[in-house]
């Protein structure tokens, strides 16, 4: 276990501070979205059958009023699947920008490098080129799985709008 929290930090020196930020960034990004799939598959199924119960146990399922009460509870149920997912979506678009960030602050260590040892000393400019490259990676690396997982979520979410419409059905 030290040995793993031994590479973890050497990886984050080489990377800069910037890889840090973009791991937190990951992290939250992540916990989010296994809090959006234990609604989705846990806390949703019960809220959608009390909805259903709920209108069922209705007398009245064809007047304007009733249409009006079937559409406030699809919105608040689909409110409530939606939750976190544009803060999800905004963490995935900053993902990128921050490894771009990083890519930054590496070449401006390169620079600074040739300005004092010149442009012949590669293993100076190393540590530079490292820290410019790896959070370019990661940030790449976290939005890619970060826009799965959003896809995912946005397209269950649609599902489940289009589940709770037919089950919440209107008497003619």
């Known amino acids: 276990m ?38 989705l598959m846990v806390w949703h199924k019960k809220a959608k059958s009390e909805a259903v119960a709920s209108w069922t146990a209705r007398s009245d399922r064809s007047s304007w009023f009733a249409k009006q009460v079937r559409q406030k509870t699809i919105s608040q149920l689909t409110m409530r699947l939606n939750g976190s997912i544009p803060i999800i979506q905004s963490l995935v678009a900053l993902c990128p920008l921050l490894g771009l960030m990083g890519t930054v602050t590496g070449m401006i260590e390169v620079f ?18 490292s820290k410019a490259t790896i959070p370019t990676m990661a940030g790449m690396v976290g939005a890619l799985s970060g826009v799965f997982a959003a896809t995912w979520l946005n397209r269950t979410v649609k599902s489940e709008r289009t589940h709770l419409e037919d089950a919440l059905v209107i008497q003619r």
Do not use: C, H, K, P
């Open 2 to 39: 030290i040995e793993f929290l031994e590479a973890i930090r050497d990886f984050t020196e080489t990377g800069g501070q910037v890889l840090l930020v973009i791991g937190l960034l990951i992290f939250v990004m992540w916990l989010l979205i296994l809090e959006r799939a234990m609604y």
């Open 112 to 129: 600074d490098v040739m300005a004092i040892a010149g442009s012949g000393n590669a293993r100076s400019m190393a540590s530079g080129v």
